[in-house]
């Protein structure tokens, strides 16, 4: 079966860095979204990685690699504001999303 | 209007009640999508469809049938609603059906089937 693991919940502090971590076990891959989901609220695309390294943009960065099954969003300089659910989701051979059930992440000041 | 929008908001339903929930979108993308959301699990899709005129079964599809007429629109319907429908349902689009072209979300639509 396809899986992709995340922890449930994470909580760091205002001005903190925070690394949230996504495995995954797919039939295929073609590419990692991270996408960000404010509580009550739709999921908005934060990145997309499909070679391994990592990918910056502003206080985000996304990293993967393909051999290890690994993925992982970095968040710096942590504001209220990124009090949120982290998604993973995975494209498998079919070009099908495969999503994780998210990350909530609790920010404290 | 920008982006993708859905009707209705919010609902109340009787079991056994025929409902469509309604997608939008304006951005002129080929592939769109239905999903549910449902407390401690991902986002599960139900229905896609990658070009007008064209539907596909997604992983969760029983109980639900969607249309595809028009590259704009993409309502979804569940011919006689369940308890276990209820959930939270995401109209999503994207430029291109295959890899790295990201999703974009419509607002949701909040569903209760009693």
């Known amino acids: 079966g396809q899986n992709i693991d995340q922890p449930t919940e994470m909580t760091a502090t205002e001005g903190a860095i925070v690394q949230i971590n996504c495995t995954y076990q797919?039939?295929?891959?073609?590419?990692l979204f991270w996408y960000q989901q404010h509580a009550g609220e739709a999921p908005t695309f934060l990145s997309y990685?499909?070679l391994d390294g990592l990918e910056e943009k502003g206080r985000f960065s996304s990293f993967l690699s393909r051999s290890k099954g690994y993925s992982y969003l970095l968040l710096k300089e942590l504001q209220m504001k990124d009090s949120a659910s982290y998604l993973c989701?995975?494209?498998?051979?079919?070009?099908?999303?495969?999503w994780g059930a998210g990350t909530k992440l609790i920010i404290k000041p | 209007i920008a982006g993708i929008t859905q009707a209705p908001t919010s609902q109340i339903l009787a079991a056994g009640r025929r409902m469509t929930l309604r997608c939008t979108q304006d951005?002129?993308?080929?592939?769109m999508y239905w999903y549910r959301q449902d407390l401690g699990l991902g986002l599960r899709l139900i229905h896609y469809?990658?070009?007008?005129?064209?539907?596909g079964k997604g992983e969760v599809p029983d109980g639900y049938s969607v249309s595809r007429a028009n590259t704009d629109d993409f309502p979804l319907t569940l011919a006689s609603a369940v308890p276990s429908q209820t959930s939270v349902y995401f109209c999503?689009?994207?430029?291109?059906?295959?890899?790295?072209?990201?999703?974009?979300f419509g607002p949701g639509t909040r569903l209760t089937v009693l």
């Open positions: 990685n499909v």
């Open positions: 797919t039939s295929g891959f073609n590419g």
């Open positions: 951005m002129r993308h080929n592939a």
């Open positions: 469809s990658n070009t007008a005129g064209t539907t």
């Open positions: 999503a689009s994207s430029d291109e059906e295959q890899g790295g072209s990201p999703q974009y």
């Open positions: 989701a995975v494209v498998d051979s079919n070009y099908q999303l495969i």
